[in-house]
């Protein structure tokens, strides 16, 4: 018999006006729906324990708002902060995902999710792209669709910059659940695997 693998998550994210928390919670919930232990770790105050709980996760997803093309000072802050686990590397092999938001359509959210993947290069991680086709990208589609922004690489979200979290819209949240989904189910296997 099997013994079932609960897989650990810590989501590793910063938030500036609480668009990026409310994608931060939605993929905590769609791992957790997956099994997963999760950990909500907000980067801009970050404590020696959280940086344990990174350490000890089988998967770490990167979260940030789109600031002027990139991540934000506080993730660029924390992503400087994580070369003392570099030079141990105590984050390889782990798996790496990513989510952001911007106030435009594109925003040039993608720059923000490559800024991620080469930092879990750079710490030897495996990333796990978003795996789903893109939505609304035909008449016959709609904003409702599962990845409507069409990003392969992350979750990536729109929101006003005029409205608060509570807009943060419901597709880009159903999205990011799908990306936790597929982290927690991804790390489960990846367990599995090593310990086969």
């Not at 770790?41 to 959280?50: A, C, P, R, Y």
């Not at 141990?88 to 790496?96: C, E, G, I, P, V």
């Not at 608060?164 to 982290?183: F, N, S």
Request: no cysteine; hydrophobic share 45%.
């Amino acid at each position: 018999m099997t013994t079932p693998v609960t897989p650990v998550v810590a989501i590793a994210y910063h938030s500036g006006y609480g668009h990026t928390a409310v994608l931060a919670e939605a993929v905590r919930d769609g791992a957790a729906a997956a099994g997963a232990t999760v950990h909500l770790v907000n980067v801009e105050t970050i404590t020696d324990e959280q940086w344990a709980l990174l350490d000890a996760a089988d998967a770490i997803v990167f979260g940030s708002p789109t600031y002027m093309g990139t991540a934000s000072a506080a993730f660029h802050a924390f992503a400087e902060a994580s070369s003392k686990r570099w030079f141990t590397s105590a984050w390889k092999d782990k798996l790496a995902a990513g989510f952001t938001n911007s106030a435009s359509k594109s925003g040039d959210k993608l720059h923000t999710l490559q800024f991620f993947t080469v930092l879990a290069a750079q710490h030897g991680m495996h990333w796990v792209s978003l795996g789903l086709h893109p939505g609304w990208n035909a008449s016959t589609a709609s904003e409702n669709d599962l990845n409507r922004l069409g990003i392969f690489l992350g979750a990536g979200a729109q929101s006003n910059n005029d409205e608060g979290p509570d807009a943060v819209h419901k597709a880009d949240i159903a999205t990011a659940e799908h990306l936790g989904r597929r982290v927690a189910d991804t790390a489960r296997t990846f367990a599995i695997g090593k310990a086969a």
